[in-house]
């Protein structure tokens, strides 16, 4: 693909991307995404009644943040890592590409962590001190969100050890079903979310060893997305609800209604229940021990961001001004997404009844909407009148 079509491919998954988060924090039937995710769990596999908690609608909030939603930030690591490393030539190009990432993460991820300070510290809920500044500014104390940039700096931090890992195709593929063996085995990173460095990992091996395929927009490419996709579904067997529901304590698949049956894996995760139970005694406690239950969750998300990514082949439309500001929707739209659900609150909209569930739905997808055009009218102001300042917060995007 040629650069300006590769390019206009990753402005259109990243705006994906960053609506998925937007929809991950907007969710509206509970209290965050998962406690969502545990009640249509309670609901669906145990025959928890919540009422219209756990309803269509929720339902429908549920496969966007907790299906779907859990592809994003993956997605993000996985595009950062195939970046990063795509156009290196030597180990030499790792200091211009710190370069960059200091303008690009370094700065904003300061910048911004001090303003959510600054407004802590205004509404009384901080106190103005070193201390605290300190926190705020190295470790994202009032600015949870920009955990995600605390990782990618540290990933960044260690491109000279992956850069020698991703030189060798054998030994680049040895480390990473080494790595996965050490987290099925409880191996820990200290400051590093084990998880991200899959993504990230991966992303890298890509850029490395199949670029053409990565970048070019085939028909094939959609075939695999899917079938990628569709593999997240029919894996759900290996998560913790899925070998606890189908494999461990089975649930009576009879009583459970045909949507969330099939939202559960359906006669896969049934076929694949009755197989699992036969595996050796050991394979189970490595499959349901938290290392392994790490690597499966990961590889899921792994599986649904690259298909994502692959569906998009084929003649792409071109990106609109707002798509090309994903960063700086990150970095605003959590403040928008729990003012969307105060006013809820404030309005005191229920849950039971059918006119309250549906405007808790609409609520719930016009957030990303608000929440683009908020940071398009703030790009073009600062773009405007204080450019400067638009590309400290943007990070110079």
Known sequence: MAKSGFSNKVYIYTFIMSVLVVLVHAVNFASDNSTLLLMIQSSDLNCIDLGGMTGISAHIENFFSNALGQAAVPGFFMMSGYLFYRTMTGIKDIGKKWKSRFSSIVVPYGVWNVIYYLVYVALGRAAFCINELNSAVTVYKYNPLFWYLYQLILLSILAPV??????????????????????????????????????????????????????KGKKS??????????L??????????????????????QKMESLSFWYFGGRVSEVLGALIVK?????????????????????????????????????????????????????????IARGVIFMLEYMNVGYHGTGEQVLRLVAYFATPVISIAVADGLKQILKKYIPFSWKLLSGGR
Not at 221 to 230: A, D, N, Q, R
Not at 305 to 327: Q, R
Request: proline share 4%.
């Open 162 to 215: 992956f850069y020698i890992l991703l030189k060798n195709r054998i030994i680049a593929f040895a480390s990473f079903f080494l790595y996965l063996g050490f987290l099925i085995k409880g191996g820990d990173l200290p400051l590093i979310n084990e998880d991200a460095v899959i993504y990230y990992f991966a992303g890298g091996l890509m850029s490395r060893f199949w670029t053409a395929s990565f970048e």
């Open 221 to 230: 490419g959609i075939i695999l997305g899917t079938f990628l996709i569709v």
């Open 232 to 253: 997240t579904w029919s894996t759900q067997i290996f998560t913790t609800v899925g070998m606890q529901n189908f494999v461990i304590a089975p649930i009576d698949l």
């Open 279 to 335: 595996l050796p005694e050991y394979v189970l406690i490595y499959i349901l021990s938290p290392g392994g239950q790490l690597v499966v969750n990961a590889l899921r998300r792994l599986f649904l961001c690259l298909g994502i990514w692959l569906i998009l082949s084929g003649k792409m439309p071109e990106a609109k001004g707002y798509m090309k500001n994903s960063f700086f929707l990150y970095a605003v739209h959590f403040p």
